[in-house]
């Protein structure tokens, strides 16, 4: 049943989210009902599981091709960097989820930010999963490994959010790591958040590279949509 399994998803990431935020905020500060944390989870879990469920229902194809694991199924000549690479960014987000309220509770690196800021925060993290989640709906293609679909008959997608930049699946997951920083009230993890930004950098020379070779046309996308994350900037 596509909108049951649109639902059950995200929740795998938003249960992880919700351990490595309030674990280690219950044992340093006895913080079990972090107010922010909860909120967080509670905006974050309810915007994925409805975009889960509309990609599921309203995209199927869409949501098929996110479904499979950081590894490309065998013959789908993923390139090892990417594999190896995911793994990574896998791993550094479980980190960074945990050092939000190690740095909030105890090592208090920075001063937090002010309401407005942790107010735009939370505006930031929904405005991600709505942008990522729309990418995702406006092409079936933007699977989570980089691998050959040719197969599958992709084509190079310059409609939609893809006419304004190359990568808006990725834009979205930034405002959403940038958002849920500041949102939580952590500037260190905004700053730990560049991490994410210098692998997304990464991993879109890669995939590029990737699609230059494999899709004739997307030489001549990218000449016409230059920004990669931005529009016009970056």
């Known amino acids: 049943m596509p909108l049951l399994k649109g639902l ?101 690196l920075l001063p937090p930010p002010g309401a407005a800021l942790s107010a735009l925060g939370a505006a930031a993290t929904i405005a991600g999963v709505a942008v990522a989640y729309a990418a995702l709906a406006q092409n079936r293609f933007a699977a989570p490994t980089i691998h050959d679909q040719t197969s599958e008959g992709q084509r190079v997608i310059d409609t939609g959010l893809y006419a304004l930049v190359r990568h808006p699946f990725y834009a979205g997951m930034l405002l959403v790591y940038g958002g849920a920083a500041l949102w939580l009230g952590s500037y260190a993890a905004l700053i730990g958040a560049s991490g994410f930004l210098a692998m997304t950098l990464a991993r879109i020379v890669i995939e590029e590279a990737y699609l230059r070779q494999t899709l004739p046309a997307y030489a001549g996308y990218a000449r016409r949509v230059r920004g990669r994350l931005v529009p016009y900037l970056l």
């Open 8 to 108: 059950l998803a995200p929740l795998p990431f938003i249960v992880v989210a919700g351990v490595l935020l309030l674990a280690p905020a219950g044992i340093l500060a006895g913080a079990w009902t972090w107010p922010r944390a909860w909120g967080f989870l509670a905006a974050f879990g309810l915007s994925s599981l409805a975009g889960s469920a509309t990609l599921a229902v309203a995209a199927p194809a869409s949501f098929k091709v996110r479904q499979q694991g950081l590894v490309a199924a065998k013959g789908k000549r993923q390139p090892l960097i990417d594999a190896v690479g995911s793994v990574f960014y896998a791993l550094y987000t479980m980190a960074w989820f945990a050092f939000i309220p190690i740095d909030v509770f105890r090592l208090r």
